[in-house]
């Protein structure tokens, strides 16, 4: 395949694909955009007008049918995701997923049934994006010691997109698109073990504030059942404790930030690209990333790197998204059963 011309195809060209991914798979060589399917025909043909992609279809079979097309970028709500997944594995394409991987863990677990059974094809979910120049610095700085014995993680994600009430629903806010999902807890579940080890257990409590919101295409007051504020105690395998605060009706700046609270000293990052080793109140330390591995967005170059080159994917594989939608499906498991789930039983 390195010798070759690389086809694509859509599924899916919402605001990432067309603002990330379309543009950059156009920033490298010897790719051809050959095909697009959005929700409708209409703006299937937007998007090619607008990229230069060679055909608009209506169907994803004519995508996955297609014999010019050798890997399919999957830009759709959640509710596609497994369906696609398999369907593009099973017609013989590499897959480029977007996240959130899927509905729930057994619809991810049978999206990494079906890459193992065609371990020939890359099989890549669209990592999390806010820690990507620093998650290898901040690996380092755990493994090399610098804080000492490491024992808490806190995650505050803190905002206010929600708090207008006459905003109208989004995909977000409905179950039977996004699953079990929530807010942006799973992108930062992704974060916390990129960094510091898969989640053994958790106990989870919510809220919903606002219960109903207008459904522009129906015009109509729907429920919402997924929370506008969330709080999650997990333990890690290593034993580490992590505490989530997500909410998106805070009434204040917006907060992002992660603390690693360690037995000798502590990191925060700001959510941007921005580390501080505190030792004491007045002992602080600037830690830029490391040069070498502060990459940032490459993930339409990784995704190729591993087709062209079969490199393994690092950022972020199949078994890797069926372990963030454990955790996912397990906080929604605490939420019905008011008590602490062990990610073992999902």
């Excluded at 169907?59 to 509710?79: H, L, V």
């Excluded at 960094?195 to 919402?224: C, H, M, N, Y």
């Excluded at 395998?237 to 360690?262: A, F, H, K, Q």
């Excluded at 990459?295 to 972020?316: A, K, M, Q, Y």
Aim: charged share 20%; proline share 4%; hydrophobic share 40%.
């Amino acid at each position: 395949m390195s010798n070759k011309k690389l086809r694509i195809g859509f599924i899916g060209a919402g605001g990432n694909t067309t603002s990330r991914h379309i543009p950059g798979f156009q920033s490298l060589d010897n790719i051809e955009l050959v095909a697009v399917c959005n929700r409708t025909i209409e703006s299937s043909a937007r998007v090619a007008k607008q990229f230069g992609i060679k055909n608009a279809v209506s169907k994803p079979e004519e995508i996955f049918n297609s014999p010019e097309i050798d890997a399919i970028c999957i830009g759709t709500w959640p509710y596609r995701h497994s369906e696609y997944s398999i369907a593009a594995l099973q017609s013989g394409k590499h897959v480029l997923c977007e996240a959130r991987m899927a509905m729930n863990a057994t619809e991810a677990k049978a999206m990494l049934d079906i890459a193992n059974q065609h371990r020939n094809l890359v099989a890549q979910l669209v990592p999390a994006p806010m820690d990507l120049p620093v998650w290898q610095t901040v690996r380092r700085l755990i493994s090399e010691q610098k804080l000492g014995d490491l024992r808490e993680v806190h995650v505050d994600v803190l905002n206010g997109t929600a708090i207008d009430e006459t905003l109208p629903l989004h995909w977000r806010h409905q179950k039977k698109y996004s699953g079990m999902n929530i807010m942006m807890f799973g992108i930062f579940a992704e974060i916390v073990t990129r960094w510091t080890g898969k989640t053994e257990s958790l106990v989870a409590d919510a809220q919903v504030f606002i219960p109903s919101r207008i459904d522009t295409e129906s015009g109509k007051q729907v429920q919402i059942e997924i929370p506008d504020s969330l709080g999650v105690f997990a333990k890690l395998e290593n034993d580490i404790r992590v505490t989530y605060r997500i909410s998106t009706v805070i009434n204040d700046s917006p907060s992002t930030s992660i603390s690693l609270y360690g037995s000798e000293a502590t990191l925060y990052w700001d959510g941007q690209d921005h580390l501080t080793l505190s030792k004491s109140q007045s002992e602080k330390e600037i830690i830029p990333a490391d040069s070498q591995t502060a990459i940032g967005w490459n993930v339409e170059s990784d995704f190729v790197s591993s087709i062209r080159e079969n490199n393994p994917v690092r950022l972020t594989n199949f078994e890797d998204g069926v372990h963030y939608m454990k955790i996912t499906e397990a906080v929604n498991q605490s939420l019905m059963n008011q008590h602490r789930i062990n990610l073992d039983a999902i």
